[in-house]
């Protein structure tokens, strides 16, 4: 579907993503999350963020919608499971933070609304 969009809008939402991820970011350090790497890609998939809080390692998806059901339907499970990919490559870089405990998280970026952060939202699975 991506690739029958106009090249402007294309880089609109390429635009819109990063603004986003960068309102993720900030709103998981405000939690106090620290982030280790933005759009870590492989090529197996990418990962919006993965940041750490102790000894929890977290690999976040950001979706930003219209809506919070847009957003939430827009991660459907192919889409997980190159997240879940991208996340062994990462720690296949990082050996150390595969000790910790894991989760795959979702931010949620609505207009008009804080993020809402889904800790723990799928499992590798």
Do not use: C
């Not at 459907?76 to 595969?98: S, W």
């Not at 931010?107 to 889904?118: N, T």
Request: aromatic share 8%; proline share 6%; no cysteine.
């Amino acid at each position: 579907m991506r690739a029958s969009l106009p090249r402007a809008a294309r880089r609109a939402a390429y635009g819109r993503g990063l603004g986003a991820e960068g309102l993720a970011a900030l709103w998981l350090r405000l939690k106090g999350y620290r982030v280790l790497a933005r759009r870590f890609a492989t090529p197996v998939g990418e990962i919006d963020l993965v940041v750490r809080r102790g000894g929890t390692v977290a690999f976040v998806e950001v979706k930003a919608r219209p809506s919070v059901e847009e957003a939430l339907y827009a991660l459907q499970p192919r889409q997980q499971a190159r997240i879940v990919r991208a996340a062994e490559a990462f720690l296949a870089r990082h050996p150390a933070l595969a000790q910790g405990n894991l989760r795959f998280d979702v931010i949620l970026v609505v207009p008009r609304r804080l993020p809402r952060h889904l800790p723990g939202a799928f499992a590798a699975d």
